[in-house]
T-cell receptor, first 111, second 115 residues
Framework: TQLLEQSPQFLSIQEGENLTVYCNSS?????LQWYRQEPGEGPVLLVT?????EVKKLKRLTFQFGDARKDSSLHITAAQPGDTGLYLC???????????FGKGNQVVVIP | DTEVTQTPKHLVMGMTNKKSLKCEQH?????MYWYKQKAKKPPELMFV???????INESVPSRFSPECPNSSLLNLHLHALQPEDSALYLC??????????????FGQGTRLTVV
């Protein structure tokens, strides 16, 4: 059973469009991270959210943590080709030092 | 400095070879991890070290042997691997505060091919 479900698994959009991807779980997380990974490279940490309802912005990327700390979303405004990559959400449940990963959202931005 | 450095970046080894993967961080993190990632899959946890002690082994075959010589270094010794062990091996580190593990920072990975 996958602890974190990411949707959609694959998304292809034109440059300049907006997109939102989701990370959902039935478990409560003490913290949740979003990473971006390019082929053959390690995941790069984008953001950590810890407080229910928290919204964090990183340039054109907006991350939201659900009020109940069970889900998160990533919204990209005016997507650019450089946003192409695999977006992974990962979280830690309370008292657990294992980082659970979702399967990822593969985003392709077409110039 | 939020860098985790892994060497080598690429490794090709035969099934009878012995090799080692190395990982280094200078962020003062006291938890270090090894993950294995196959193509189009998320990273899978292999080992966790906390304060230089092995705290988690996710039932990894003994042909993979981790070592944490000090708080900045993590090695993964490889012996008698199989072709199905070919994957991207990722090292990560995180801080530990009062037994709570913070977000993990990953290295660039070692692309391992077993022939």
């Amino acid at each position: 059973t996958q602890l974190l479900e990411q949707s959609p698994q694959f998304l292809s959009i034109q440059e300049g469009e907006n997109l939102t991807v989701y990370c959902n779980s039935s478990s409560v997380f003490s913290s949740l991270q979003w990473y971006r990974q390019e082929p053959g490279e390690g995941p790069v940490l984008l953001v950590t959210v810890v407080t229910g309802g928290e919204v964090k912005k990183l340039k054109r990327l907006t991350f939201q943590f659900g009020d109940a700390r069970k889900d998160s979303s990533l919204h990209i405004t005016a997507a650019q080709p450089g946003d192409t990559g695999l977006y992974l959400c990962a979280g830690q449940t309370y008292g657990n030092n294992r980082l659970a990963f979702g399967k990822g959202n593969q985003v392709v931005v077409i110039p | 400095d939020t860098e985790v450095t892994q060497t080598p970046k690429h490794l090709v080894m035969g099934m009878t070879n012995k090799k080692s993967l190395k990982c280094e961080q200078h962020m003062g993190h006291r938890a270090m991890y090894w993950y294995k990632q196959k193509a189009k899959k998320p990273p899978e946890l292999m080992f966790v070290y906390s304060y230089e002690k092995l705290s988690i082994n996710e039932s990894v075959p003994s042909r993979f042997s981790p070592e944490c010589p000090n708080s900045s270094l993590l090695n993964l010794h490889l012996h008698a691997l199989q072709p199905e062990d070919s994957a991207l091996y990722l090292c990560a580190s995180s801080q530990v505060w009062d037994r709570v593990f913070t977000e993990a920072f990953f290295g660039q990975g070692t692309r391992l091919t077993v022939v």
